[in-house]
Protein backbone atom coordinates (compact mmCIF):
# COMPACT_ATOMS: atom_id res chain seq x y z
CA UNK A 1 0.00 0.00 0.00
CA UNK A 2 1.31 3.15 -0.82
CA UNK A 3 2.31 5.91 1.86
CA UNK A 4 3.08 9.37 2.10
CA UNK A 5 4.41 11.87 4.92
CA UNK A 6 2.08 14.10 6.88
CA UNK A 7 4.09 16.97 5.92
CA UNK A 8 3.89 16.02 2.42
CA UNK A 9 0.29 15.96 2.62
CA UNK A 10 -0.65 19.04 4.50
CA UNK A 11 1.99 20.99 2.25
CA UNK A 12 -0.26 19.84 -0.88
CA UNK A 13 -3.63 20.67 0.75
CA UNK A 14 -2.30 23.96 2.14
CA UNK A 15 -0.71 25.09 -1.41
CA UNK A 16 -4.30 24.16 -2.89
CA UNK A 17 -7.33 25.43 -0.34
CA UNK A 18 -5.03 28.58 0.65
CA UNK A 19 -6.25 28.89 3.77
CA UNK A 20 -4.77 31.77 4.85
CA UNK A 21 -6.85 33.84 2.46
CA UNK A 22 -9.13 33.51 4.76
CA UNK A 23 -10.60 35.15 8.40
CA UNK A 24 -12.01 32.09 9.67
CA UNK A 25 -13.69 30.92 12.98
CA UNK A 26 -11.07 28.06 13.76
CA UNK A 27 -7.84 26.59 12.39
CA UNK A 28 -7.64 25.58 8.87
CA UNK A 29 -5.01 22.48 8.58
CA UNK A 30 -3.45 20.16 11.08
CA UNK A 31 -5.98 20.77 14.12
CA UNK A 32 -4.57 17.14 16.12
CA UNK A 33 -0.73 15.44 15.29
CA UNK A 34 -0.79 11.48 14.76
CA UNK A 35 1.04 9.28 12.85
CA UNK A 36 3.60 10.75 10.39
CA UNK A 37 3.03 8.77 8.05
CA UNK A 38 -0.61 8.01 6.17
CA UNK A 39 -1.39 5.29 4.46
CA UNK A 40 -5.67 5.48 4.14
CA UNK A 41 -7.27 8.73 5.40
CA UNK A 42 -11.50 8.98 6.02
CA UNK A 43 -13.33 11.98 4.81
CA UNK A 44 -16.31 13.16 6.21
CA UNK A 45 -18.30 16.59 7.03
CA UNK A 46 -17.52 16.76 10.56
CA UNK A 47 -15.18 15.32 13.12
CA UNK A 48 -17.98 13.52 15.21
CA UNK A 49 -17.22 10.33 17.56
CA UNK A 50 -19.12 8.23 15.44
CA UNK A 51 -16.84 9.35 12.42
CA UNK A 52 -13.66 8.50 14.80
CA UNK A 53 -14.48 5.59 15.41
CA UNK A 54 -15.31 4.47 12.04
CA UNK A 55 -12.07 5.57 11.33
CA UNK A 56 -10.14 3.84 13.84
CA UNK A 57 -11.62 0.80 13.05
CA UNK A 58 -10.81 0.93 9.32
CA UNK A 59 -7.35 1.61 10.80
CA UNK A 60 -7.07 5.09 9.20
CA UNK A 61 -4.09 7.39 9.73
CA UNK A 62 -5.89 10.38 9.51
CA UNK A 63 -9.39 12.74 9.27
CA UNK A 64 -9.64 15.06 6.42
CA UNK A 65 -13.43 17.14 7.57
CA UNK A 66 -14.74 20.22 6.70
CA UNK A 67 -16.15 20.97 10.76
CA UNK A 68 -13.04 20.23 12.70
CA UNK A 69 -12.79 21.35 16.34
CA UNK A 70 -11.52 24.54 18.84
CA UNK A 71 -14.19 26.88 17.43
CA UNK A 72 -13.61 30.96 18.06
CA UNK A 73 -15.93 31.68 21.48
CA UNK A 74 -15.84 28.33 22.26
CA UNK A 75 -15.50 26.70 25.81
CA UNK A 76 -11.70 25.74 25.99
CA UNK A 77 -12.08 23.11 28.42
CA UNK A 78 -11.42 19.77 27.19
CA UNK A 79 -14.72 17.94 29.55
CA UNK A 80 -18.10 16.52 28.24
CA UNK A 81 -17.68 15.08 24.37
CA UNK A 82 -14.91 17.42 23.30
CA UNK A 83 -12.74 15.53 25.42
CA UNK A 84 -13.77 12.10 24.21
CA UNK A 85 -13.53 13.04 20.44
CA UNK A 86 -9.97 14.60 20.90
CA UNK A 87 -9.11 11.41 23.64
CA UNK A 88 -10.10 8.92 20.69
CA UNK A 89 -8.05 10.74 18.61
CA UNK A 90 -4.69 10.67 20.52
CA UNK A 91 -5.51 6.88 21.15
CA UNK A 92 -6.20 6.28 17.69
CA UNK A 93 -3.11 7.84 16.39
CA UNK A 94 -5.08 9.96 14.19
CA UNK A 95 -4.54 13.01 12.51
CA UNK A 96 -7.26 15.42 12.59
CA UNK A 97 -7.41 17.86 9.54
CA UNK A 98 -9.88 20.36 9.17
CA UNK A 99 -10.75 23.15 6.20
CA UNK A 100 -13.66 25.15 6.53
CA UNK A 101 -13.96 28.54 4.66
CA UNK A 102 -10.60 27.31 2.38
CA UNK A 103 -13.57 24.69 1.02
CA UNK A 104 -16.06 26.42 0.94
CA UNK A 105 -14.76 28.59 -1.36
CA UNK A 106 -12.14 26.54 -3.43
CA UNK A 107 -13.58 27.17 -7.04
CA UNK A 108 -13.45 23.38 -8.79
CA UNK A 109 -13.17 20.99 -5.24
CA UNK A 110 -14.87 23.93 -3.00
CA UNK A 111 -18.55 22.88 -1.65
CA UNK A 112 -20.12 25.59 -3.78
CA UNK A 113 -18.76 24.65 -7.04
CA UNK A 114 -19.71 20.85 -5.98
CA UNK A 115 -23.06 21.58 -4.92
CA UNK A 116 -23.76 23.73 -8.33
CA UNK A 117 -22.24 20.67 -9.93
CA UNK A 118 -25.02 18.48 -8.12
CA UNK A 119 -27.86 20.45 -8.69
CA UNK A 120 -27.63 21.36 -12.10
CA UNK A 121 -26.64 25.11 -11.76
CA UNK A 122 -23.70 27.11 -14.05
CA UNK A 123 -21.95 29.88 -12.00
CA UNK A 124 -21.22 32.86 -13.67
CA UNK A 125 -17.69 33.44 -14.54
CA UNK A 126 -15.70 36.64 -14.85
CA UNK A 127 -13.04 37.35 -17.82
CA UNK A 128 -10.54 35.04 -16.50
CA UNK A 129 -13.09 32.64 -15.76
CA UNK A 130 -13.42 32.44 -12.34
CA UNK A 131 -17.20 31.92 -10.31
CA UNK A 132 -18.47 35.49 -10.02
CA UNK A 133 -19.09 35.36 -6.22
CA UNK A 134 -20.67 38.06 -3.70
CA UNK A 135 -21.33 38.59 0.21
CA UNK A 136 -18.59 38.43 2.85
CA UNK A 137 -14.84 36.97 1.62
CA UNK A 138 -17.27 36.33 -1.93
CA UNK A 139 -18.63 33.21 -0.23
CA UNK A 140 -21.87 33.31 -2.11
CA UNK A 141 -21.45 32.21 -5.83
CA UNK A 142 -24.05 33.51 -8.87
CA UNK A 143 -25.34 32.03 -11.68
CA UNK A 144 -28.45 30.16 -13.16
CA UNK A 145 -30.19 26.78 -13.87
CA UNK A 146 -28.76 24.63 -17.00
CA UNK A 147 -32.33 23.91 -17.80
CA UNK A 148 -34.71 26.49 -17.37
CA UNK A 149 -37.51 25.46 -14.97
CA UNK A 150 -39.66 26.84 -12.21
CA UNK A 151 -38.75 27.22 -8.32
CA UNK A 152 -41.38 24.28 -8.23
CA UNK A 153 -39.23 22.05 -10.63
CA UNK A 154 -35.76 22.77 -9.53
CA UNK A 155 -37.28 22.09 -5.75
CA UNK A 156 -38.27 18.72 -6.64
CA UNK A 157 -34.65 17.98 -9.05
CA UNK A 158 -32.78 19.13 -5.45
CA UNK A 159 -35.14 17.26 -3.16
CA UNK A 160 -34.18 14.03 -5.39
CA UNK A 161 -30.35 14.51 -5.73
CA UNK A 162 -29.68 15.40 -2.03
CA UNK A 163 -32.34 13.08 -1.27
CA UNK A 164 -33.63 15.67 1.59
CA UNK A 165 -36.87 17.21 1.91
CA UNK A 166 -36.30 20.97 1.99
CA UNK A 167 -37.69 24.12 2.94
CA UNK A 168 -38.89 26.21 0.21
CA UNK A 169 -40.38 28.91 0.55
CA UNK A 170 -41.76 31.45 -2.67
CA UNK A 171 -43.45 31.51 -5.83
CA UNK A 172 -44.22 27.93 -7.16
CA UNK A 173 -44.12 29.25 -10.94
CA UNK A 174 -41.50 31.64 -10.40
CA UNK A 175 -39.29 30.73 -13.63
CA UNK A 176 -36.18 31.01 -12.37
CA UNK A 177 -33.18 32.87 -14.00
CA UNK A 178 -30.67 34.12 -11.77
CA UNK A 179 -29.72 32.03 -8.56
CA UNK A 180 -27.38 32.74 -5.68
CA UNK A 181 -25.85 30.24 -3.23
CA UNK A 182 -23.92 29.56 -0.14
CA UNK A 183 -23.45 26.09 1.49
CA UNK A 184 -23.84 24.94 5.53
CA UNK A 185 -25.31 28.03 7.48
CA UNK A 186 -25.12 30.95 4.99
CA UNK A 187 -28.93 32.06 5.61
CA UNK A 188 -27.74 35.50 6.66
CA UNK A 189 -25.95 36.02 3.46
CA UNK A 190 -29.93 36.02 1.86
CA UNK A 191 -29.52 40.28 1.42
CA UNK A 192 -26.14 39.87 -0.50
CA UNK A 193 -27.45 37.45 -2.90
CA UNK A 194 -31.16 39.94 -3.16
CA UNK A 195 -28.58 42.70 -3.90
CA UNK A 196 -26.64 41.01 -6.55
CA UNK A 197 -30.15 40.20 -8.50
CA UNK A 198 -30.98 36.27 -7.34
CA UNK A 199 -34.54 35.20 -7.78
CA UNK A 200 -33.96 32.28 -5.14
CA UNK A 201 -31.10 32.09 -2.66
CA UNK A 202 -30.44 28.20 -1.39
CA UNK A 203 -28.20 27.47 1.51
CA UNK A 204 -28.15 24.56 3.96
CA UNK A 205 -30.31 26.46 7.07
CA UNK A 206 -32.81 28.59 7.67
CA UNK A 207 -33.56 31.53 10.83
CA UNK A 208 -36.76 32.94 11.21
CA UNK A 209 -35.96 36.39 9.33
CA UNK A 210 -35.61 34.35 6.16
CA UNK A 211 -39.17 33.89 5.92
CA UNK A 212 -39.98 37.35 6.01
CA UNK A 213 -37.24 38.43 3.54
CA UNK A 214 -38.30 36.03 0.92
CA UNK A 215 -42.00 37.08 1.26
CA UNK A 216 -41.37 41.09 1.30
CA UNK A 217 -38.60 40.91 -1.75
CA UNK A 218 -40.28 38.41 -3.77
CA UNK A 219 -37.26 36.48 -3.44
CA UNK A 220 -37.02 32.55 -3.00
CA UNK A 221 -35.55 30.86 0.03
CA UNK A 222 -34.43 27.39 0.03
CA UNK A 223 -33.07 25.58 2.95
CA UNK A 224 -31.53 22.42 2.00
CA UNK A 225 -29.68 20.90 4.50
CA UNK A 226 -26.14 22.05 6.30
CA UNK A 227 -24.73 18.89 6.18
CA UNK A 228 -26.66 17.45 3.15
CA UNK A 229 -25.45 20.88 1.33
CA UNK A 230 -21.94 20.40 2.65
CA UNK A 231 -21.05 16.51 1.78
CA UNK A 232 -20.01 17.35 -2.10
CA UNK A 233 -16.60 19.81 -1.02
CA UNK A 234 -14.55 17.19 1.28
CA UNK A 235 -15.84 13.88 -0.94
CA UNK A 236 -13.77 15.70 -3.61
CA UNK A 237 -10.80 16.80 -1.95
CA UNK A 238 -10.39 13.23 -0.53
CA UNK A 239 -10.99 12.06 -4.53
CA UNK A 240 -8.26 14.61 -5.86
CA UNK A 241 -5.84 13.56 -2.81
CA UNK A 242 -6.11 9.58 -3.61
CA UNK A 243 -5.66 10.93 -7.80
CA UNK A 244 -2.46 13.04 -6.81
CA UNK A 245 -0.86 10.36 -4.17
CA UNK A 246 -2.22 7.24 -5.06
CA UNK A 247 -2.96 6.22 -1.50
CA UNK A 248 -6.28 5.31 -0.28
CA UNK A 249 -9.16 7.76 0.43
CA UNK A 250 -12.30 6.35 2.04
CA UNK A 251 -15.76 9.04 2.19
CA UNK A 252 -18.02 8.25 4.89
CA UNK A 253 -21.20 10.12 4.72
CA UNK A 254 -22.81 9.58 8.35
CA UNK A 255 -26.40 11.02 8.25
CA UNK A 256 -27.59 13.96 9.51
CA UNK A 257 -30.67 15.41 8.88
CA UNK A 258 -30.02 19.06 9.93
Known amino acids: MNQISRNELMKWLNE ?51 HGWFWKNEDPRLIGPKRERIALALEGGLNLIAYHLP ?30 TCGPDGLVWL ?24 LVIGDADMKLERVAWCTGGAQN ?16 EASEPNYHLANETGT ?24 QFKIQVEFLDLNNPV
Open 16 to 66: TLQPDSFRDYCPNGLQVEGRPEIRHIITGVTASRDLLQKAISRKADAILVH
Open 103 to 132: LDAHPTLGNNAQLAQVLGLEPDRDETGRPK
Open 143 to 166: GRPTTPCTLADFAASLEKALNRKA
Open 189 to 204: YMQAGIDAGAQLFITG
Open 220 to 243: AFIAAGHHATERYGIKAVGEAIAE
